[in-house]
């Protein structure tokens, strides 16, 4: 019930006090309004306080709704999948997204595959090179993991995953004028600036079709680590090119076990 000030006439009767005091103001039995004290000075009220009360059921109309979750509710309701395959999950998830989403799976898992080929390379008897072998290796892990993380948020937004096929990498990364070590790392840093243009072209993707949460998840898990890899990489092959091909590639090996250690 609201309660509305008004300074118009009075509909108090006043009482005489049986203590001899001055005379005490009786509310008007009205049910619209109660009306406290005061003289009247020509047309207009002096001292008069007036308080008119609504009901509810009138006051309730003049209430702006902000939010009725018992309304808006029924909308979500009708949304929510009853076919036994589909996700209850899903919101505001593009089929342009999830498409997405389930090509950087097979993009993390095809570097993932290079990296894995180097590795078996560089740990070969004649090659013998284990500061790169390990170095390839986790690298082969580190992408491995990243496509697991998309499959895992694949999941949490109600898409499904679509594993692709890979092809397969090459074996041998020996180089007549480079020679293999620098070869690969060039390589290696190659597929970390290709497999920053397809994040950035899902980032992209996620911004097209509105998807908020999408674009923050690329962007804090993937695109700093990123950034970082290829200056790492880009490190290491200006170092294997100072070096060439000769005795300081088993420095620069060393230096990759030492580290990794």
Do not use: C
């Not at 009138?58 to 009853?82: D, Q, S």
């Not at 496509?147 to 990498?169: C, F, H, I, T, W």
Request: proline share 3%.
């Amino acid at each position: 019930m609201s309660l509305t000030l008004s300074p118009s006439s009075s509909s108090v009767t006043p009482q005489k006090s049986s203590f001899g005091g001055p005379a005490l103001a009786r509310p008007s039995k009205s049910n619209n309004f109660l009306n406290v004290g005061g003289r009247k000075n020509g047309n207009v009220s002096s001292g008069r306080l007036v308080i008119f009360a609504k009901n509810e059921a009138n006051n309730r109309a003049t209430m702006e709704a902000v939010f009725e979750p018992f309304e808006e509710v029924k909308k979500e309701l009708l949304l929510v999948p009853t076919a036994p395959h589909a996700s209850l999950a899903r919101q505001k998830y593009s089929d342009q997204s999830e498409a997405a989403i389930n090509e950087q799976i097979n993009v993390e898992y095809n570097v993932s595959y290079v990296y894995h080929a180097m590795y078996a390379y560089f740990d070969r008897d004649n090659v013998a090179l284990k500061g790169l072998a390990k170095f390839f290796q986790e690298s082969s892990e580190e992408e491995r993991q990243h496509a697991e993380m998309l499959m895992d948020y694949q999941n949490k937004r109600g898409g499904k995953v679509k594993l692709q096929s890979m092809l397969m990498p090459f074996s041998e990364f020996d180089h007549a004028e480079k020679g293999e070590a620098l070869h690969a790392m060039e390589l290696a840093l190659a597929l970390e600036k290709l497999n920053n243009e397809k994040l950035l072209k899902l980032h992209r993707i996620a911004n097209e079709n509105n998807d908020v949460h999408l674009a923050d998840y690329v962007e804090s898990e993937f695109l700093t680590e990123q950034v970082e890899a290829i200056k790492k990489i880009s490190e290491y092959v200006a170092q294997l090119r100072r070096i060439g091909a000769g005795h300081g590639v088993w420095h620069f090996d060393q230096m990759l076990l030492n580290d990794m250690a």
